[in-house]
C-alpha cells in the first residue's frame, strides 16, 4: 500500500514521503483500512516502489479476512491508538519515582464520567490492577498530563479503561528472552529548582546526538567511558518500588565506533540531530503544546518542512522564506516531526471567563474619617496605606480607594478645585498640608512666576523654607 496513517504526525503520509523525513520508527504506521501496524518498506529499493506492508505476513490477504468484523476493528484499534497516544512514561528526579502520564480532552473525560469508568494500569495482562483511577471532572483537567506514580515494579506494563477490553502493553523497563538487563533511555525535558528535573521514557530504539538523556539502570553498572565524544553528567543511585536503580545524565557529543558498539550492545543506535524552534510569535506552552494565537508561526528548522511528511498540514499552509525558515498557518492539533525535533502548535482560543461585575462607589469629600484598614490614598507620590481612624484632608489630584476581600468597591475624591480662587489655595494648602522642604530660588528660574507666587516666595527667601504642596501647585501653573 501507498499510503497509511502516520500515529505520530497524526495524519495519513505516503509511503515515499515517510522515507524522505526518516519515519522508520516501529509502530508509528498503521493501515488506513484495518489499523493494524504496518511497516516502511523498500525505502532505497531501485527495483520496487517504497511502500506499506502489514507485519506476519498477512499482505496478501483481505483485511476483514484475518481481522474479522471490519467494524469492530476499527473501532478498537482507534480506541487501543486513543489509549496509546495519550500515554507517556516519566521520571522525577525531585521524587525519584517513575510516573505514568495520561492526558484527556474534555469530550473523553465527559464520556468516561458518563460512563463510570477508570484509568487501569496492571503488571501482567491477567492480574489485579495496581492503580485505579477513575476518569472524572474533578480528577483530570481537559488536554494536560496528569502524573500518577507507579508503586510496583513490572518488565511490563498493561493499560486499558473499564470500559475497554483490549489492553496495550507498553515495556519500560528492558531484558531479553534470556534475562540479559539492558538500560532505559529517557530524555530530560526541562530543569527546575537545585538540580531537580523531569525525564520521558524513549519509546524507540534510536538515540540522537546533541540531546541530554538519563539512563536508567535496574541493575548494577560499571562507570562509563566513551571518552571525549560523549558528555557525562551527574550519576546518582535510588531506590523505589523496592528496587535499586542507577541513573547517569549523558549527551552524545559525536557519533564515533566505540559509543554505536556499546549502543548496539544495549539495543539502540545513535543518528545526528536535528533542530526545531518556534521563532515567532512568544507563545505560552502547556505540557508539549505552544497555543499561537495570530493565525501564522514562524518555524527554525534544521531540515525543509514537508507537507505530509514531517508536519501534518497541506503544502499551501507553508511558506519558505528561507532554508531554515518557514512560514506555518495555524490550525487545530498542527505537529512537526522529525527524528528527534518535535513540536505541537495549536490556535489560542480566549476563553471568557464569567465574572459578577462589581459596581464602585464614588464619593467627593473634602475630608473623611477612615473607618477601617482597608483605604490607600493614591496622589503624585504613590500609594500611602490608611490607618483605621484617620482623618484625612483630600488635596488636588488626590483619591482614596476602599477595598473589601482584594475588590475595589469606592473612591473618594476631592471636589474639583477650578473654582477655588488662589487665595483659597494657598490657605488651604498652609492649613492642611505641613509638609516642607529647603527653599532653592534658583529652581524656580524658569518658570514664570504670578504676582501671588512672587508674595509667597518672598517669604520663604527669608525664612529658607517652602511648603511642597505650594511648591508642586507654583510648578504646575495653579499658583
Known sequence: MRRAYDAILTDYVDAESAARSGGFEPYRYECARCWEEVRLCAADSKNQATHFRHRSGNNNIECENYLGNPNIVIRKALSR???????????????????????????????????????????????????????????????????????????????????????????VFRKDRRNTLYPSFYIIQADGDYGSFQAKLVRTEVLYTNTTYLIIFTHQYHTLSFQNDVQVGKSFTFRTMNRDFAGVIVTFINKSERIEQQLEAWKYKLEVNETLALLWPPSPQIDDTVFIKPKYAYIYSSFSLQAHGNINVPSEDISSISDNLSKVTIKPKVKIYKKNAELMLEPYKQEVDNYVNLSVLQRIENNFCIVDD?????????????????????????EVRHYSNGYLDEIVVPPELKSISVEKLLQNALMYYKRVETYDQSFFESFNISQHAVQYLANCEKTGLINSAIKRFIEEGRI
Request: aromatic residues 12%; charged residues 20%.
Open 81 to 171: 491508538r486513543n489509549v496509546r497516544d495519550k500515554v507517556d512514561f516519566y521520571f522525577s528526579n525531585a521524587t525519584k519515582t517513575f510516573n505514568i502520564g495520561i492526558k484527556f480532552s474534555a469530550e473523553e473525560i465527559s464520556t468516561h464520567e458518563q460512563l463510570g469508568a477508570s484509568f487501569q494500569i496492571r503488571s501482567s495482562s491477567g492480574s489485579k490492577a495496581i492503580i485505579s483511577v477513575p476518569v472524572k471532572a474533578s480528577r483530570f483537567l481537559p488536554d494536560v498530563t496528569e502524573f500518577i506514580p507507579i508503586n510496583e515494579f513490572s518488565w511490563e506494563y498493561y493499560i486499558t479503561s473499564t470500559n475497554e477490553s483490549k489492553q496495550q502493553k507498553y515495556e
Open 374 to 398: 482597608s483605604c490607600f490614598m493614591y496622589n503624585h507620590s504613590g500609594v500611602l496605606p490608611l490607618s483605621k481612624g484617620s482623618n484625612v484632608q483630600m488635596t488636588p489630584e488626590s
